[in-house]
């Protein structure tokens, strides 16, 4: 959902977005601690004190979150990981990570400094607010100093949880991986812990609604099923990175594309390509070298009537991310139609057009190789089945 997450502020080079729902999570939290936790913690306070307490401690959780995630962030680049940044949402924050990790021990140490700055933090907080009470400070400081540290100590211990993609599913992970030297195995056997893990807070969830705890057992429900939901698609990304990894662009791609000259006129285009070929997107070639692309939306911002006197030439989009070169591998020809947004990239060999790729290959071949693969050990079937066709322009 791009469409949907804002910039927030840029942090040591690394952008902090947030989804839209994380702005649920902000309001339940606030209103949590103004309305719960810290009238429980102290009594007898004004209600503008309250919400003085809530701001300032719902302010300092998602600090203490935006550090968690920067700890991973700033020890993956300093490893050599590419980290798109930072994402909030409704179940917290996560570093981006546009690829796998190279070794487990890439993997443990970056995972490793989020719960110990959690810690850090934890221990922290926990000194400030002792120290502060010795100090006479007022007490509302204190007493949201030590919500602090409590949160940031659950943070870690929740995150080290052994349930794939949480860290302590990544440490798992990461050491079955050092063992065994196989990544999707290793991937594999943490997201199924991780996906069990996720069920047990799905049933955990409901157990405490239908007991009367209602708000806090929908929230289990929903943090197990996006637990399960996480689980599962990461460990069919591993799977495809891994598997298109192996295979390169000139074998996927369908050779000798449809093409047309700069100089035919758009009407021309319109009809015997656009709609007589049933094409979205056309490759502009000059002396076999493509020169551009031209598809519906170029077309359509021609009126009709001027259509059988402009030339495709004065129409034509530069080539930008629509191709890719022939020795390539699969898989950065899928990180490049995610990165564009894009069902098909135009291969090219010497700036020569030579074929045409589209995601609908490139999943077919997914679902192909891991179904043969996964069926060796198991009667589960490929991950990918059914993705297949949903997906595809
Ligand atoms: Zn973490």
Known sequence: MPASRRPLIN???????????????????????????????????STATYVWMAVFGAFGLFASIILHELAHSVVGRKLGMHIKGIRLFVFGGAAELTEEPPSPRVEALMVIVGPAMSIALAILCYAAAAILLGLNVPQPVVTVLGYLAAANLILALFNLIPAFPLDGGRLLRAGLWAWRGDLIWATRVASLVGGAFGLLLIILGILSAFYG??????????????????????????????????????????????????????????EEFLLGRSLKEVPVVLNQHLIGTVGIADVKAVPPAERLERRVADILQPIGGSAIAIDARADEALGQMQQNGRGRLFILEDERLVGVLSLRDLLQHLSITSELQVSAQSDRGSPFRGSAGASAE
């Open 213 to 270: 705890n209602l708000v806090s057992g929908m929230w289990w429900f929903l943090i197990g099923l996006f637990i399960r939901a996480a689980a599962g698609s990461s460990y069919r990304q591993v799977l495809a990175q891994r598997i298109l990894q192996a295979v390169p662009v000139r074998r996927l791609m369908r050779p000798d594309p449809i093409s047309v000259s700069p100089d035919i006129s758009v009407q021309h285009l319109t």
């Open 11 to 45: 942090l040591l080079g690394f952008e902090i977005r947030f989804d839209l729902t994380w702005l649920i999570l902000v309001a339940l939290i606030v209103w949590t601690l103004g309305a719960g936790y810290f009238p429980a913690a102290q009594a007898d306070l």
